[in-house]
């Protein structure tokens, strides 16, 4: 059981294709974990398992992609009420670039403009605002 300082490790993949992002909308039902929020694929890490291989079993196991990691964009550590996270965000893309996410994976393709406009978590704030390109990365 983890205390309330422990960070748990989460990977998160932010892949892009054509200027385009992978998003799901969580289900808006009351009392589900973060309803009705938006959501990059990611979870989180398996003991001991590196935070990029966290990401690309992650957005295998939810979209059905297969991903290649590019680099890590940031890492945010966030306390939410239930709990604190550490966000490891990589750069993603599909290995086969003409691949689909599974139709019933929720998971669409946005521009990256739209992102700053919809509700996500609050950690992603500074990522959202970072891939529409209003502000640079570091
Ligand atoms: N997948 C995902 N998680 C995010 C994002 N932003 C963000 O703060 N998180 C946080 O990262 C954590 C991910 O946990 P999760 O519950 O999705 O991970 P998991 O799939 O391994 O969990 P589970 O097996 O308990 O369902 C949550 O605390 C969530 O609030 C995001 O864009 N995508």
């Known amino acids: 059981m983890r205390g309330p300082t422990e960070a ?3 990977g998160i993949g932010l892949v892009r294709r054509d200027g385009r992002y992978l998003i799901r909308r969580r289900p808006p039902i009351p009392g589900s974990p973060m309803p009705g929020l938006w959501e990059f694929p990611g979870g989180k890490c398996e003991p001991g398992e590196p935070p990029e291989l966290a990401a690309r079993r992650e957005c295998l196991e939810e979209t059905g992609l297969v991903v290649e990691i590019s680099r890590k964009r940031r890492l945010i550590t966030h306390r939410y009420p239930h709990g604190l996270v550490e966000l490891h965000y990589f750069d993603a893309r599909p290995a086969d670039p003409s691949s689909e996410p599974a ?3 929720g998971f669409l393709w946005v521009p990256a403009g739209t992102l700053p406009g919809l509700t ?3 950690a992603n704030a500074p990522i959202l605002a970072e891939l529409a390109g209003s502000v640079p990365s570091p």
Do not use: A, L
């Open 103 to 105: 139709p019933d994976s």
């Open 120 to 122: 996500f978590p609050e």
């Open 8 to 10: 748990t490790r989460v």
